[in-house]
């Protein structure tokens, strides 16, 4: 096993973006036993079956890597998830090529804490969920394949095994009273590496340039592996630019030694530099040669110049550059934590599509794959550790925030894109010690703090919603929550100022507010009547409630895309009237589980995202595109709004999101003018018709230009002039069947059939027979459990090839059945 050590460098920092590059390495994907309970012992996962022990307990279930043991239940709505112990096992072929080199299991995040077994032999032991970390298990290899068994029981294989636990701990970060699942399982790759008993462990490189001289410098220092002590190595290099260049390459003699080892000193004249518009990197390529065998590896570095001004924007080279962001969390619909490389790619397409130039990851350091990404797209990075709620434990609880804060850096370190190490989220919320003494944060705070200046000079420290702790850290990012939490939207640019005068450095994230999705309304803004406006714009305890306290939009308002995004629109319209301000970062991108919010429309969900969590967009998507992208679009509101009311002859609001210079809309053919895009002109900057919808179908195009580009969009809806009662009875039909997966909906009508479009009751589906609920999704079309909107709710089933009976049930109303099959 690989020893942990801390290594703080007064003068210059350590870091790296890569753990380990090597000739022979492979995920190890498939072939995995799994079991959602612990064991006696590790003798149950690895005693043979058969033997007079035909039918062994307990059973195990096949599956491949990346895996989350909470993939489903997160979001059940009728339980919690399951927090406590898990066990993986593999039977794997191991053949290492180096002679006397070593065989390392390197993780690239499980939770929350871990053991490693090889055969009955105890290898590893971690505490974190979302740090990297390798294990040595050379020796206990080696040691199994000496005994009798390994070739009669396992016919050359050696058994691994692997122990997880998320079970609750107040001497662990993050609480679990933070807003988020705290995930268990082996919910990020894991690799088998094979490397020479010389190698290295941590390549840092540190890459800077002088925005006056343009003079680019690199400093490369390494940490070697080398447990059989070998003294004397090789080590060449290659500096390759953008273009496949060298542009510096070099060769020296080294003698190895225990600490970080410096190695170059590079100048490169008027580097090419790396931007989130050009993303330009260079390529670090390097061998160590030694008669153990030759060890390789590749390190991409970006020359860039960050600087928050104190009281001020933020720059980039040396230009300002309004930060445009979002947030991230580890969660996706069906398999939680357990995101393939595909998903997080498509993701973090989809961001930098919306038009984001920066990324607040929350709230723990997350995969290598984005942060890679992040480097490549050109998307700047907030990164922080999981020190999130609950207050400040004990000498276990600061070291873990110390040693994980160490390993992000480090592991990380190499990245053009992170600009901001985090080092907590909401620590002025109490709740898991009884002792809550804010002098006590503040020193560790103060701690962290020097540890992170001490790992890394280059970046800045940043904490979120902390105030006493503001003046440590060098950017801070207070609670504005402008209506939703508290106060009207219209209060955001006053509250941000007011935030703004009080700190150094000012950068507001976490701003917006819940949408279910494909929920909509005709009077959006209705309970923003009922609210205080002019005064604090915070979130406070109890606010995130949806019952009790004062009125306010996260309470009181009607959760419609239709209000966040007016909300949205005019953030970002006074966003473009602020030039002190650095940036800002919406939250989130998508809708995630959390445990904390059992009453949300969709179950256990925060459902602040523009997205959903399977990746459907929300309208709010468009809104962010039309102000943050250069690329022709055109959007109208209401995709997923099937059925619009009001009288009869009543002009209604059609909207328009577009960064086009103008547009046209027509309804039914009829075209009702152009109009010209201004981002000051609220709402939808100016690109919108009042227009006067008949009964029954409507059909709404826009067309619009940018320069010679034409981009288009089309709607079609019913309008209901019919006005309706209370809910009095449920029709479910099915609306599609596409191969073996049904969709059903059920509707709410009056006692006299009209459809209620305001109606909001809680439905529950069920279903016997031969098929199966596509439910536990977290999402409005993958709930059995779900609020209705605008009336209605939609599921999906896989049928199986066979019969089921689907069933509707309403509080109050009667229940319906539907035959599919």
């Not at 309470?555 to 602020?578: A, C, P, V």
Request: contains cysteine.
């Amino acid at each position: 096993m690989l020893k942990q050590i801390i290594y703080i460098t007064l003068s210059i920092t350590l870091f790296t973006s890569q753990l380990l590059f090597s000739q022979q390495s492979v995920r190890l994907n498939n072939n995995w036993e799994f079991l959602k309970q612990d064991l006696g012992g590790i003798w149950e996962a690895v005693r043979p079956v058969g033997l007079g022990n035909p039918e062994a307990l307990p059973l195990w279930q096949n599956v491949s890597l990346p895996h989350c043991v909470n993939a489903e239940d997160a979001v059940d709505p009728d339980m919690n998830y399951y927090q406590g112990p898990a066990w993986y096992r593999t039977q794997l072929n191991i053949s290492n090529p180096y002679q006397k080199g070593r065989t390392i299991l390197h993780f690239e995040g499980a939770g929350q804490k871990t053991e490693v077994y090889v055969y009955t032999t105890k290898v590893a032991t971690h505490v974190g969920g979302y740090d990297e970390w390798k294990v040595d298990i050379t020796d206990a290899v080696a040691a199994f394949k000496k005994t009798d068994i390994y070739q009669k029981q396992f016919k050359g294989k050696v058994p691994v095994s692997v122990r997880t636990d998320n079970s609750r701990d107040l001497e662990m970060i993050p609480s679990d009273l933070s807003d988020f699942n705290i995930y268990g399982g082996i919910y990020r790759y894991l690799n088998l590496v094979y490397v020479p008993s010389l190698s290295i462990d941590k390549l840092f490189a540190k890459a800077e340039v002088d925005t006056q001289s343009k003079l680019g410098k690199v400093s490369v220092k390494a940490r070697f592996y080398h447990p059989d002590q070998i003294g004397g190595a090789g080590i060449k290099y290659k500096l390759v630019d953008p273009n496949g260049k060298i542009v510096n390459e070099t060769y020296k003699k080294i003698e190895i030694s225990n600490g970080d080892l410096k190695l170059w000193d590079i100048e490169i004249k008027k580097p090419v530099l790396w931007s989130t518009d050009k993303p330009l990197q260079y390529t670090l390529q390097y061998e160590l040669i030694a008669s153990s065998g030759n060890y390789k590896g590749e390190e991409k570095i970006g020359f860039r110049n960050i600087e928050f001004v104190e009281k001020g924007p933020f720059n980039l080279n040396g230009k300002r550059l309004l930060l445009r962001g979002t947030h991230r969390h580890e969660d996706h619909a069906g398999v939680a934590a357990a995101m393939t490389e595909e998903m997080i790619r498509q993701e973090m397409q989809m961001m930098k599509d919306m038009g984001i130039n920066f990324i607040r990851l929350g709230h723990y350091q997350q995969s290598r794959i984005v942060l890679n990404l992040c480097d490549s797209l050109g998307i700047l990075v907030w990164e922080e550790i999981p020190w999130c709620r609950g207050g400040l434990g004990g000498d276990m609880y600061k070291q873990q925030a110390k040693r994980m804060l160490t390993n992000m850096v480090e592991q990380h370190y190499n990245h053009p894109s992170i600009i901001i190490w985090g080092l907590g989220n909401e620590n002025d919320w109490p709740g898991d010690f009884p002792e809550f003494d804010k002098e006590k944060i503040r020193t560790f705070m103060k701690e962290l703090n020097d540890l992170s200046h001490q790992l890394d000079q280059s970046r800045y420290t940043a904490i979120r919603r902390c105030d006493f702790c503001s003046d440590i850290v060098d950017v801070y990012s207070p609670s504005i929550w402008a209506g939703w939490y508290r106060g009207a939207y219209t209060d955001y640019k006053k509250a941000s100022e007011d935030e703004f005068a009080k700190v150094k450095r000012f950068l507001h994230v976490e701003w917006g507010g819940d949408s279910h999705a494909m929920r909509h309304s005709e009077n959006p803004d209705k309970a923003l009547s009922k609210i205080k406006t002019g005064g604090s714009a915070d979130e406070r305890a109890g606010d995130a409630s949806l019952y009790g306290g004062a009125a306010r939009i996260s309470k009181d308002g009607d959760w419609s895309e239709s209000y966040i995004t007016n909300l949205i629109d005019w953030h970002l319209k006074e966003q473009e009237t602020m030039p002190w301000l650095s940036g800002t970062a919406y939250w989130p991108f998508k809708d995630f589980s959390t445990p904390v919010r059992p009453d949300n429309p969709v179950p256990y969900m925060n459902q602040k995202g523009v997205v959903e969590r399977d990746f459907t967009k929300k309208e709010a998507y468009y809104v962010f595109q039309s102000y943050w992208t250069a690329k022709p679009m055109v959007h109208l509101y209401g995709h997923t709004w099937p059925v619009r009311w009001g009288d009869e002859g009543e002009e209604k609001m059609v909207k328009v999101y577009s960064n086009c210079n103008e547009a046209e809309v027509f309804l039914n053919g009829k075209s009702f003018g152009s109009k010209k895009r201004n981002s000051q002109d609220y709402p939808a900057a100016g690109l919108r018709w009042n227009l006067p919808f008949m009964k029954g179908e409507n059909t709404v195009k826009v067309i619009a230009k940018k320069g010679k580009e034409v981009v288009n969009d089309e709607i079609k809806f019913i309008y209901q002039t019919e006005k309706w009662t209370k809910p009095a009875k449920l029709v479910l039909k099915k609306i599609d069947q596409q191969d073996d997966v049904a969709t059903i909906e059920v509707r709410l009508l009056d006692e006299q059939g009209i459809p209620c479009l305001d109606a909001i009751n809680w439905i529950t589906f069920g279903l016997t027979g031969d098929g199966k609920l596509i439910d536990n999704q977290g999402t409005s079309l993958g709930s059995r459990k779900v609020q209705a909107y605008n009336g209605r709710a939609v599921i999906r089933v896989k049928l199986n090839r066979g019969q089921s009976a689907a069933s509707v049930s309403v509080e109050g109303l009667k229940t319906v059945f539907i035959t599919l099959s």
